[in-house]
């Protein structure tokens, strides 16, 4: 199969090696030349995957239009972040089939991927690839579970083919507005678990590991309130993308949105935190359009209410967590 993975960074990158791997056809588009150039030579991305080969096979382009003809009959992943996914799906021919592994709601609309892709290209065939999955691991080899949704049968058949192998295996499902809630709201959550990490220890009523698993249990909650509201399935919620991915990114020491919250624990400011990272935490720009669209819906969310208060800087870390342990009782 003919693939094109639009953007370099750590994950579009690992998929592009899978592919790779499975001996597809597959081109890598970088929009910096000179990235490209030093990919080429070395075989290495070291800005985003240092310790991972790129496959001989495995094409290197700075040419976006090239990229996207490379793909024409086979499949476009869009691997960029959430804030590149309309420019980049304006840009594409309505014939192509595509998958975009961006996870929240976009800022301003508040709109999912599937709302973007229905606004900008009614006709075209499109879903998203998600689950619980770190680039790092994927890049490596390591054993990983992903789930491709689509209301087109056959597109999420083609992302099987494309990415299914010994070490990683592909599910699918029709339900992206399920997958695409799940891959948004998780990354707050794994914030609001990373303070209740960072913070466990610092005293003798500090919040610990049953703190953690009640964030969790709550955030899936959360998760699956909103969810249904918007037209998921509930069982979706139960499966790689809601529980799957939550779990990971609450408590996988490669999250990024996890290590945010360490670092608020620690007393450092956000924009310091964001300076270190050197990379996307999605669930740092996705909070407040999260509590958005869900106060539009009439959905309760009460931790992702009060990570958008804390990162807001209108609540402090210890009153954050103070707040969502100390609601009133009230039936589960």
Same mark, same amino acid.
């Given at each position: 199969?003919?693939?094109?993975?639009?953007?370099? /960074?750590?994950?579009?990158?690992? *998929? @592009?090696?899978?592919?790779?791997?499975?001996?597809?056809?597959?081109?890598?588009?970088?929009?910096?030349?000179?990235?490209?150039?030093? %990919?080429?030579?070395?075989?290495?991305?070291?800005?985003?995957?240092?310790?991972?080969?790129?496959?001989?096979?495995?094409?290197?382009?700075?040419?976006?239009?090239?990229?996207? &003809? !490379? @793909?024409?009959?086979?499949?476009?992943?869009?691997?960029?972040?959430?804030?590149?996914?309309?420019?980049?799906?304006?840009?594409?021919?309505?014939?192509?089939?595509?998958?975009?592994?961006?996870?929240?709601?976009?800022?301003?609309?508040?709109?999912? /991927? !599937?709302?973007?892709?229905?606004?900008?290209?009614? &006709?075209?065939?499109?879903?998203?690839?998600?689950?619980?999955?770190? &680039?790092?691991?994927?890049? +490596?080899?390591?054993?990983?579970?992903?789930?491709?949704?689509?209301?087109? @049968?056959?597109?999420?058949?083609?992302?099987?083919?494309?990415?299914?192998?010994?070490?990683?295996?592909?599910?699918?499902?029709?339900?992206?507005? $399920?997958?695409?809630?799940?891959? =948004?709201?998780?990354?707050? %959550?794994?914030?609001?678990?990373?303070?209740?990490?960072?913070?466990?220890?610092?005293?003798?009523?500090?919040? $610990?590991?049953?703190?953690?698993?009640?964030?969790?249990?709550?955030?899936?909650?959360?998760?699956?309130?909103?969810?249904?509201?918007?037209?998921?399935?509930?069982?979706?919620?139960? /499966?790689?993308?809601?529980?799957?991915?939550?779990?990971?990114? +609450?408590? /996988?020491?490669?999250?990024?949105?996890?290590?945010? $919250?360490?670092?608020?624990?620690?007393?450092?400011?956000?924009?310091?935190?964001?300076?270190?990272?050197?990379?996307?935490?999605?669930?740092?720009?996705?909070?407040?359009?999260?509590? =958005?669209?869900?106060?539009?819906?009439?959905?309760? %969310?009460?931790?992702?209410?009060?990570?958008?208060?804390?990162?807001?800087?209108? *609540?402090?870390?210890?009153?954050?967590?103070?707040?969502?342990?100390?609601?009133?009782?009230?039936?589960?």
């Amino acid at each position: 199969m003919k693939i094109s993975v639009l953007g370099a /960074g750590a994950w579009g990158t690992a *998929l @592009a090696i899978q592919a790779a791997r499975a001996g597809h056809d597959v081109q890598l588009w970088a929009r910096d030349a000179e990235a490209v150039a030093q %990919m080429r030579a070395t075989r290495r991305n070291a800005a985003y995957l240092p310790d991972s080969d790129l496959p001989g096979p495995l094409g290197l382009t700075a040419d976006r239009a090239a990229a996207v &003809a !490379h @793909a024409a009959g086979g499949l476009t992943i869009i691997a960029t972040p959430m804030s590149g996914l309309r420019e980049t799906l304006a840009a594409l021919p309505a014939t192509q089939r595509v998958l975009w592994l961006c996870k929240g709601f976009e800022a301003g609309t508040g709109k999912l /991927g !599937h709302e973007i892709a229905r606004e900008l290209q009614p &006709a075209m065939r499109v879903g998203v690839l998600s689950g619980p999955s770190f &680039a790092q691991e994927v890049a +490596a080899g390591r054993p990983t579970a992903l789930v491709a949704a689509s209301e087109d @049968a056959g597109l999420a058949q083609a992302a099987v083919d494309a990415f299914h192998g010994e070490r990683l295996r592909v599910y699918t499902s029709a339900d992206p507005v $399920g997958v695409e809630v799940g891959g =948004a709201v998780k990354n707050v %959550m794994a914030i609001a678990v990373g303070i209740c990490d960072g913070l466990s220890g610092a005293a003798p009523d500090a919040p $610990g590991l049953n703190a953690r698993a009640a964030l969790i249990t709550r955030g899936l909650a959360e998760m699956l309130r909103l969810g249904v509201a918007l037209g998921a399935k509930v069982e979706t919620f139960m /499966g790689l993308s809601g529980l799957g991915d939550l779990v990971l990114t +609450a408590t /996988g020491d490669l999250s990024r949105n996890r290590r945010v $919250g360490l670092l608020l624990a620690q007393g450092l400011a956000l924009p310091q935190i964001l300076q270190q990272l050197g990379h996307v935490a999605e669930g740092v720009y996705s909070a407040p359009t999260v509590l =958005a669209r869900a106060r539009a819906v009439g959905v309760e %969310m009460p931790i992702t209410e009060g990570m958008v208060a804390l990162l807001d800087g209108r *609540l402090q870390v210890g009153a954050a967590v103070d707040s969502l342990m100390g609601r009133e009782a009230r039936a589960e």
